[in-house]
């Protein structure tokens, strides 16, 4: 993400699951990935705020298409507030969440939108009731904080998709690559088994690999190392993606995966959309995207994807964080399937 200002570092609140440490080891995951019920019709989707502001007339559209597919939707707080380029204040925007969460009538909670915000109230947040009764959380961009703490502390599944901005104004007049898109989002939600497939790119290292599906932006991704939301990877398939950053900056933040160990016991990498900032003149870079990511890899036997449908980009497929997947690379597709 391209954004002015991070923190580097912060501390993460939430209790954990009883029985578990506040912080999970170093050396062990929590136990199996723990999947939230799916849902069914008459649940209810909350939808809230978490980062960036947006009005209740903007939602409009993903609240008509969720009520057709069954789902009853509760409005938070945070929608329609406005706090600079905020959907509400720290304090209004964590309450609201927390509100989502510990509601049980709430079986799901969409983030209306992404921009930048989460890290500043995760350390706000009790993860109590989350932890004792699971639920789908949806979003991506900025909401890769919350799918990173979830696994990392809970082993708690989550959703990596587009959010309420994303939907379409008139359903008839949408592209077909947008209705796949939205229309993966139910299908996540409502259990169906994921399966998607990317164009061949002849820079892609065949082979085949089972993990659990981690990920998100990788600038957040970044963000979060040696906090105690980051990501443990070993015998994971990681995905990344990002938008708006130069190819240096790219560059510096796969060498963050490699010196922190994210690289070197993946089970596979899934390299998804990058809208890149051309280079300054005379600032060349003089390295394309793949040229960066197989740099760092090169001395490792698992299997990388290119051009995955999945970020900044129409083709942004529904992926369930936290869910064991099978990545086949070959030299005539590539897919990623859920088992």
Known sequence: MN?????????????????WSALVSDEKDPAAPILPRYLKPGDTVGITCPAGSITLEEIQPAMIQMVEWGFNIKVGDTVGKKDFTFGGTD??????????????KVK???CARGGYGFVRIIDKLNFTKLAAQPKWIIGFSDV?????HL????????????????????????????IETILSIKQALTGQK??????????????RAEGTLIGGNLKLIETLAGTKSDLRTTNKILFVEDTGEYLYSIDRMFWNLKRTGKLEKLAGLIVGGFKIKPDDVGEEFGRT??????????????????DFPVGHQRNNYALKCGVVHRLTVSTTEATLREI
Not at 199 to 207: E, S
Request: proline content about 8%; glycine content about 4%.
């Open 91 to 104: 304090e209004e925007r964590a309450r609201d969440f927390q509100q989502m969460i510990d509601d049980p």
């Open 144 to 148: 890769t904080v919350l799918h990173c």
């Open 194 to 207: 994921m399966k998607y497939t990317a164009p061949v790119h002849l820079q892609n290292k065949p082979g």
């Open 3 to 19: 954004r002015k200002h991070f923190l580097s570092s912060f501390l993460v609140a939430g209790l954990p699951v009883p029985g």
């Open 108 to 110: 799901a909670i969409m």
């Open 289 to 306: 995207l793949q040229d960066i990511v197989l740099d760092k890899v090169k001395e490792y036997n698992y299997p990388v994807c290119f």
């Open 151 to 178: 696994n990392r502390n809970y082993g708690i599944a989550s959703i990596h998709s587009k959010m309420c901005n994303s939907f379409p104004d008139d359903w008839n007049k949408a592209e077909p690559i947008q």
